[in-house]
């Protein structure tokens, strides 16, 4: 079966859910320019995270910086993200606990 799922919430953030907990990863407060490309940010960002067996809660921290980063971009890829950028945003973005 199915051991760990992320669920997309749109603007509302990152539904994870798994052995190790569940909870909704809120999107940081930047300005939206263009969410073109955000949803494809956060799956990279989820794939990264996952190939370096962090826990699914700071996975699904990375995955919403990235697409947090993402969409403050005019562009559909934010120039210039790197590991350190997405650890150092992911701090700030607020995990919601599913009771």
Do not use: H, Q
């Amino acid at each position: 079966g199915t051991a760990e799922v992320f669920v997309s919430l749109g603007a509302g953030g990152l539904l994870w859910c798994g052995s190790e907990g569940e909870g909704i990863a809120r999107p940081l407060g930047l300005p939206v320019v263009n969410v073109s490309g955000a949803g494809d940010a956060a799956a990279a960002a989820l794939a990264w995270s996952r190939a370096r067996r962090y826990t699914l809660e700071y996975t699904a921290m990375m995955a919403v910086a990235a697409s947090s980063l993402c969409a403050e971009s005019t562009g559909a890829v934010r120039p210039g993200v790197s590991a350190a950028m997405l650890e150092s945003y992911a701090k700030g973005v607020f995990i919601e606990p599913i009771p």
